[in-house]
């Protein structure tokens, strides 16, 4: 009894020191903890972010993505995407990611895909191959460098891109299928109106930037979920998306489901 009484003593002192030692150490009121299939990122291989996720052939799945962040308001629609245990694209700014390092590896943390969308947002429809290949490489570093792991997916800001350009690409092209024009209203209520567009497999373009749109996110995320929609990034939604190859839309549910 006595060894046991001891065990017990040594177990309880061990549960205390554990407590005091956690003291030490202040969690972010907003840290989730990395996604289960994080421990692949960090050597630097080009794994996948997040888990499948949801089969998009048999669910309704949407694809929300925010482009030309990381911004001071980025922050909040992570906390609102995590209550509504959605996840997104987001299309970077290469400038930007290297201002708000530690944004960009909450978004990746979150379970979040990152998107490259050039270093200073170019028109790739106006610049030689070259150029581009400069605007995108710098910014595939920059990422690379803060979140440990590549962006697997690039948009060409203003959705122009050249033929040339195309062939140039390791990364597959994401689109888009319904344009909130968020960045045009800065109007939450219109925001959440366009989005009424959405059917099974849309891309839906929005910006991170704008105050409205984190505004809207809350009505828009909620009304989706009442219509059925799970919300999931753009490769989930594509599937096997193909370096090179543009997406307007992902997999669609049949009707019904
Ligand atoms: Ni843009």
Same mark, same amino acid.
């Given at each position: ?10 177990? +309880? ?5 554990? @407590? ?8 972010? &009121?907003? =840290?989730?903890? /990395? ?26 799945? @949407? ?7 990381? !911004? ?17 694209? /987001? ?8 201002? /708000? ?17 050039? =270093? ?9 191959? $070259? ?5 995108? *490489?710098?910014?595939?570093? &920059? ?6 792991? $590549? ?15 195309? #062939? +140039? ?6 689109? =888009? *299928?319904? %344009?909130?024009?968020? =960045? ?5 209520? #219109?925001? @959440? ?32 979920? $009442?219509? !059925? /929609? ?9 599937? %096997? ?8 839309? !992902?997999?669609?549910?049949?009707? !019904?489901?």
């Amino acid at each position: 009894m006595v060894s046991r009484l001891r065990v017990l003593q040594f177990l +309880s002192a061990s549960a205390l020191a554990l @407590v005091l030692a956690g003291c030490g150490a202040p969690l972010s &009121a907003t =840290w989730q903890g /990395f996604p289960p299939d994080a421990t692949g990122q960090a050597d630097g291989k080009d794994t996948p972010r997040a888990d499948a996720g949801p089969d998009c052939a048999q669910v309704k799945c @949407v694809a929300l993505t925010f482009d030309d962040g990381p !911004g001071p308001h980025t922050e909040s629609l992570l906390d609102v995407l995590d209550e509504h245990e959605a996840k997104a694209t /987001f299309f970077l700014i290469g400038k930007d990611v290297v201002k /708000f390092p530690d944004i960009v590896r909450d978004e990746a943390a979150r379970g979040h895909e990152i998107g490259n969308h050039t =270093w200073s947002h170019q028109d790739l429809a106006k610049i030689s191959v $070259a150029a581009g290949q400069r605007e995108l *490489s710098k910014t595939d570093a &920059a990422i690379k460098e803060v979140t440990g792991a $590549a962006p697997t997916v690039m948009r060409p800001p203003y959705g122009t891109i050249r033929e040339d350009h195309m #062939k +140039s690409l390791d990364l597959p092209v994401a689109m =888009w *299928s319904v %344009d909130t024009f968020d =960045w045009k209203t800065r109007d939450a209520k #219109k925001t @959440v109106k366009a989005a009424e567009k959405v059917v099974p497999g849309s891309i839906v373009l929005m910006h991170d930037i704008h105050p409205s749109t984190i505004e809207a996110m809350p009505k828009m995320l909620t009304d989706l979920k $009442a219509r !059925g /929609f799970h919300f999931v990034t753009v490769s989930q939604l594509v599937g %096997d998306p193909k370096p090179g190859t543009d997406y307007k839309t !992902g997999r669609q549910a049949a009707a !019904g489901n």
